[in-house]
Nanobody
Framework: QVQLAESGGGSVQAGGSLRLSCAASEYIYSGKCMGWFRQAPGKEREGVAAIYTGTTYTYSADSVKGRFTISLDNAKNTVLWLQMNSLKPEDTAMYYC???????????????????WGRGTQVTVSS
């Protein structure tokens, strides 16, 4: 079981940017899925973005397309990033990274498809 640790969260004003990172305890091999998820108080956890390791395929929720970018350190395959630009108050949530396997050759954004999780980092966006 891979250990994951998120960092980079904080408080920003609307329109600002943050870059989250997720450090994995071991090399993430190709053919896996790594994703970012978030959970706001009183809401269910939702998928934000995912990446199919070893490829250029990425997946993003409609709510963050054009604003958030997921990437993986291809040299070491142990650090996952989420660049968040043009942040909105509705982006406020605890953000988690996770690893999972592919389904039908694709990575989904459903949290149920991921099995190893970090403890999260808080992102707060004020208006």
């Amino acid at each position: 079981q891979v250990q994951l640790a998120e960092s980079g969260g904080g408080s920003v004003q609307a329109g600002g940017s943050l870059r989250l990172s997720c450090a994995a305890s071991e090399y993430i091999y190709s053919g896996k899925c790594m994703g970012w998820f978030r959970q706001a108080p009183g809401k269910e956890r939702e998928g934000v973005a995912a990446i199919y390791t070893g490829t250029t395929y990425t997946y993003s929720a409609d709510s963050v397309k054009g604003r958030f970018t997921i990437s993986l350190d291809n040299a070491k395959n142990t650090v996952l990033w989420l660049q968040m630009n043009s942040l909105k108050p509705e982006d406020t949530a605890m953000y988690y990274c996770a690893t999972g396997r592919t389904y039908g050759g694709h990575c989904g954004l459903a949290p149920s498809r991921y099995n190893d999780w970090g403890r999260g980092t808080q992102v707060t966006v004020s208006s």
